[in-house]
Every structure is written in C-alpha cells, then in structure tokens.
C-alpha cells in the first residue's frame, strides 16, 4: 500500500496515480482536485491536460461526471481549434460548427458554414468586404463610443478653448470651469477667453478678441463637421443595417409565392430566380453598408469621387430591385415578372462588381488614403 499525501488514507497501488513524475496520489483526490477546478473556473483549465495529467487520464478520472466529462471534451476541441491557424469557428447562433481553410495563406476571406452562416475567417465578424478587419474594428469601437444623442451636443455645448472637451451650460452664469481632471481651464461662456483677465465685470462680459474668437470657432466648427460626418454615414449605415433585417421577411413572402408558383405547375428551375434576386438584393446591401464605412475614413481624391459615383449607381439599382420585390410580386405573367427580376438583380450585380473592383484596385495601386478621427469628449459643467 502507499499513503496518499494529500488525504493521508493508505491505498493500493493500483488505486494511485501519478502524472509523470515521482509523485502520486490517489484516485479519488486526483478526481476531486479535476472536478473542483472546472467548477471554479466553469470550464476545462488548460493546465489540468498540459501540465499535470494527460487528456485520456483525466476522461477516465471524470467518468463518473457526465457533465463535467463533456465539458472536459468540448474543452479539448476548443483547444484545439484555437491553437490551429487554419481553423476556425462558426460564429453562427446555436452552431458549434468548424471551418478549415483549404490553404496555408490564413486572410481575411469569405467562408459560409453548412448552417448558411456567412462571415470573414479572419476576425469572425460577419463578412464586411471592401473593408478590412482592422477598419471594421475602429468603426465598431467608435460606434460603441458615440450615439445619435451627439446631435444634441452639436447645438447645445461648446468646447473647451485649452483641452477641446465638450461643455454643457447648465446655469445662468458664464464663469465656466473645465471639470476635465488634467485641464481646470477657467473661461468666459460669452468670449471663450481666459476668465481672469475679465477684470471688475466678470459676470457682464463685454470683451471680444476677433481674432481668438475667429480661432475657437474653427476648432469648435472642425469637430463638429467632423461629428457631421460621423452621423451622417452612420445614419446610412444603419439604414442597410436595418434593410437587412426587413429583407429576412421579404424572404419569407418570396419562398411563399415560390410554393405557389409550384403549386399551379411550375418547376423549381423556373421559379429559382426569385430566391436568386433575394440573395443578390442581401449581398448589394451588405456591400452597401460597409461601403459607407469606407467612405467615412477615406481622405478626398479623384479616386474617392469615382467610388462615390459607384456607391450612388450600386445605391440606386439596389433600391430599384428591392422595391420590385416588394411591389410587383403579385404579377399573374410569370414570364413578365421574371424578366422584370432578372433584369434588375443582374443589373445589381454588375453595378456591385464594379464597385468592388475599382476598390481593390485602388488597395493594389496604393490609392488609398485614411483619416481616423478620435471621438469628442464630453465634459458636462
């Protein structure tokens, strides 16, 4: 027999277990020390397999717990997914999915799960081409930053004149302070200059300096075109962002004039072009949304006026096949109808195409050039 260091209860040796080095404990305080780990951190702690028992060992260990065992298993894949360049999950809801890419080169690329999932293998958002996964992240962070509650700033508050933080006018007074910790500038609402050389008449000013003032309203009015900007592509942004969501509904009223058309002797074949023109009207939005993305970052050029004209032709023909979809879908001539459609979603492909290709060729020739404004502060005082 041999005594357990950790209980101290005399065991077997068969009953003992040891993970490779001189040491061993017994089954029992090996399986309590496995399941109190995954209990306290709720799920499998990669330490257990990698530095102390082997994967198979800790499975027998954790026969007796079905739960914590399959924990354990889902663990180990997950594991080795993540550690695995070419592997990846689906980020699809309810989807427990692996996507493996066929080659070496790991990139930002399309990939659709088998559950219809689309998205980019890179950064596992929804795919966002023309953008990059690095852009795709400032925007997302910027959004989570600023809100349409900004519009009200922009009529409301004025902007520190030494740390350019914003600044609401809760009182009458115009002696403001500026509660940013770092700055503390005092100024006057009125002048926007320094408080102190106010002299007697601090509360009744009467002093303006045309060329400091002149100075303050171009900074105030650069961020606030800046701010301009912001809200106006996040404005249409949202707006395909919501389309998107509408067009789920669209799809359910085509699958049912699909079954209908079926139903009075037509075939799949002849009635596939209604699903066809649905996924081509979903994909020019996507495009569309994140074209705006784009189009935020993107400093002036000739370039950028080309792209804009894409942008409009793509926003036009995409409106066009949506509002065909939508209102002529009751057309007794199929023929009519389908050549009413086909047209329209082949349009849109053309117009997405040549959109998406003068934009990776302006990525290939170095066209390109970005501006990333960093957010207003706001500093009620």
């Known amino acids: 027999t041999v005594i357990c260091e950790i209980c101290c209860q005399s065991r077997p040796y068969s009953?003992?277990?040891?993970?490779?080095?001189?040491?061993?404990?017994?089954?029992?305080?090996?399986?309590?020390?496995?399941?109190?780990?995954?209990?306290?951190?709720?799920?499998?702690?990669?330490?257990?397999?990698a530095a102390l028992l082997d994967d198979q060992l800790v499975l027998?260990?954790?026969?007796?717990?079905?739960k914590l065992r399959g924990q354990f298993q889902k663990a180990l894949v997950t594991n080795f997914v993540t550690c695995n360049r070419r592997l990846a999950f689906c980020p699809g809801a309810d989807c427990?999915?692996?996507?493996?890419?066929?080659?070496?080169?790991?990139?930002?690329?399309?990939?659709?799960?088998?559950?219809?999932?689309?998205?980019?293998?890179?950064?596992?958002?929804?795919?966002?081409e023309p953008i990059s996964c690095s852009m795709l992240r400032r925007w997302q962070q910027k959004n989570a930053g600023e809100s349409m509650s900004t519009q009200?700033?922009?009529?409301?508050?004025?902007?520190?004149?030494k740390c350019h933080a914003t600044i609401e006018k809760n009182g009458g007074c115009n002696h403001m302070k500026c509660r940013n910790a770092t700055c503390n500038h005092e100024f006057c609402w009125?002048?926007?200059?320094?408080?102190?050389?106010?002299?007697?008449?601090?509360?009744?000013c009467n002093r303006f300096d045309e060329e400091r003032a002149e100075r303050v309203r171009r900074q105030q009015a650069l961020s606030r075109n800046y701010l301009s900007r912001y809200l106006h592509y996040y404005d249409l942004y949202m707006n395909h962002l919501k389309s998107l969501e509408f067009e789920a509904r669209l799809q359910e009223t085509v699958h049912s004039k699909m079954d209908e058309?079926?139903?009075?002797?037509?075939?799949?074949?002849?009635?596939?072009?209604?699903?066809?023109?649905?996924?081509?009207?979903?994909?020019?939005?996507?495009?569309l949304m994140y074209t705006y993305v784009f189009a935020y970052y993107l400093k002036p050029s000739n370039q950028q006026k080309i792209f804009e004209d894409n942008q409009r032709n793509l926003q036009l023909a995409t409106e066009d096949l949506s509002e065909v979809l939508e209102r002529e879908m009751q057309l007794e001539d199929v023929a009519q109808l389908k050549r009413l459609v086909q047209d329209k979603f082949r349009f849109c492909e053309t117009r997405s195409a040549a959109l998406l290709d003068h934009v990776y060729e302006g990525y290939r020739m170095s066209c390109w050039d970005f501006e990333f404004h960093e957010g207003l502060k706001l500093n009620l005082a």
């Open 15 to 49: 009953g003992m277990v040891g993970s490779g080095c001189a040491h061993v404990f017994c089954v029992d305080c090996y399986r309590s020390y496995v399941a109190q780990r995954m209990l306290q951190a709720g799920h499998a702690p990669r330490s257990i397999a």
């Open 96 to 128: 427990e999915c692996v996507v493996r890419l066929l080659d070496d080169a790991v990139r930002a690329c399309r990939v659709t799960c088998r559950c219809g999932k689309t998205f980019c293998f890179a950064c596992a958002q929804d795919w966002h």
């Open 152 to 161: 009200w700033f922009m009529a409301n508050t004025k902007e520190c004149p």
């Open 190 to 204: 009125v002048c926007m200059d320094d408080w102190q050389p106010h002299g007697k008449e601090w509360y009744n």
């Open 60 to 66: 027998r260990l954790l026969e007796g717990s079905p």
């Open 261 to 287: 058309m079926q139903y009075h002797g037509l075939s799949w074949i002849e009635v596939k072009f209604l699903r066809d023109a649905v996924a081509v009207l979903c994909n020019c939005r996507r495009v």
